[in-house]
């Protein structure tokens, strides 16, 4: 009987253990969308954002959350940065309050490239754009996500509200098979591999 016992508390220790130090049972993390907000080119970024928050609000959430939504079974929190304003500035003020685990940018190759810059040497995951299958408007995922955003924001989503969505399903995939988004060397490669040919 002791021996059970003692086998009964050695395991149950073992797996406070491993939830403790697992990081697959963090609760949460932090995107930063770099995307336009400001100038001609506002409403792609206003778009963008929506497609994007859309998808936060598909899976795991609940009333009351203080999180602006889920993705990948935990706890996101969005901020956004103007890609027309000073990047470098915002980027290394939310870097500097280590509130950040993945950066989603849009934009010319010189944003890219300038954020890349900016991220690198850091466990920062960049999300570049990728291709979304918003253009086979007949595919059934591709309907529900039009008639989710019509429901949600009043009018038919845009290229830039596809790729927004596309983007928060891509961390949606890599959060899942990661287990969190604390490896940004595994997240860059899962989201390398959902880059093209991604289906919702």
């Known amino acids: 009987m002791k021996i059970c016992q003692g086998v009964s ?17 963090a609760h949460r993390f932090y995107v930063a969308l770099v995307i336009p907000f400001s100038n001609a080119v506002a409403d792609q970024g206003r778009q963008y954002r929506q497609g994007f ?46 509130r950040i685990d993945i950066v989603v940018a849009i934009g010319s190759e010189k944003t890219l490239s300038l954020v890349g810059n900016l991220l ?32 949600q924001y009043g009018g038919r989503p845009s290229a830039q509200a596809a790729h927004g969505y596309n ?7 890599a959060v899942r098979i990661q287990g969190g988004a604390d490896d940004a060397e595994g997240m860059v490669r899962i989201f390398k591999r959902t880059a093209s040919n991604f289906t919702w």
């Not at 598909?58 to 990047?87: A, N, T």
């Not at 040497?121 to 019509?150: K, R, Y």
């Not at 983007?167 to 995939?173: H, L």
Request: net charge negative.
């Open 9 to 25: 508390f050695l395991l149950t220790i073992f797996l406070l253990g491993s939830i403790s130090f697992n990081p697959a049972y």
């Open 53 to 98: 928050m859309l998808a936060t609000t598909e899976r795991d959430s609940h009333p009351d959350e203080e999180s602006d939504g889920h993705l990948g079974g935990l706890d996101v929190y969005v901020s956004v940065i103007d890609s027309q304003g000073d990047i470098r500035t915002e980027i290394e003020r939310i870097v500097s309050q280590g």
């Open 120 to 151: 690198d040497g850091g466990n920062i995951a960049l999300l570049a754009p990728g291709q979304s299958p918003f253009s086979q408007s007949d595919m059934p995922a591709v309907v529900a996500f039009t008639s989710a955003f019509e429901n």
């Open 167 to 173: 983007a928060a399903r891509r961390i949606d995939v």
